[in-house]
């Protein structure tokens, strides 16, 4: 390799790592914003009423309202908003553990230039064992499952035989 080839290969692996350095931090956040959204819901499954009293005196006192707003409508958006944050930090997730390989290649093609060690985080990291898509698969196919049997089973009901009992068998769910 040229040193110019070479150069340009070490600024596209620094540039490469900056970006993942990013996705990491906001896959942290997503998931640090995950667990106070499910303490929030939490807190509104064990003790409602509390809930509701709490969020309404809070808000009648921040807001001077002349009285407490109805909440019922908050719960909704809690769900809807702990659904959003859930999905969102999954694909982050997924998009740092697809970036990892990527830059194991080009630790690959410099180390062949440097020094056989030369990686981020060298040869520590096993490649083939992917805790994240495992994890993901099995809550695809462990959580999703109910969900997916009962929409494929009135999809079968009313279109596409076919393709409802494709999805079934991709779940497993038979």
């Not at 340009?8 to 931090?25: F, K, N, P, W």
């Not at 499910?38 to 064990?46: C, G, L, M, T």
């Not at 981020?120 to 064992?129: A, K, S, Y």
């Not at 997916?148 to 409802?164: E, G, K, M, T, V």
């Amino acid at each position: 390799m040229e040193p110019a080839q070479f150069e340009i290969l070490h600024e596209h692996y620094r540039d490469s790592c900056t970006v993942m350095q990013g996705q990491r931090a906001a896959r942290d956040r997503y998931f640090y914003l995950v667990i106070a959204v499910v303490a929030v819901a939490w807190f509104d499954v064990v003790a409602p009423q509390d809930f509701a009293a709490i969020v309404g005196d809070a808000l009648k006192t921040r807001l001077q309202l002349p009285i407490a707003p109805d909440l019922g409508y908050l719960r909704s958006i809690l769900w809807f908003l702990l659904l959003g944050l859930t999905v969102r930090y999954c694909q982050t997730a997924l998009s740092v553990e697809r970036h990892y390989d990527y830059i194991h290649d080009i630790e690959a093609l410099l180390s062949k230039h440097v020094h056989e060690a030369f990686g981020r985080e060298g040869n520590g990291l096993p490649l083939e064992i992917s805790t994240v898509s495992h994890l993901g698969r099995l809550s695809v196919r462990g959580g999703m499952s109910p969900l997916a049997a009962w929409s494929c089973r009135h999809l079968d009901a009313s279109s596409d035989p076919q393709l409802a009992a494709s999805v079934m068998a991709w779940l497993g769910v038979v």
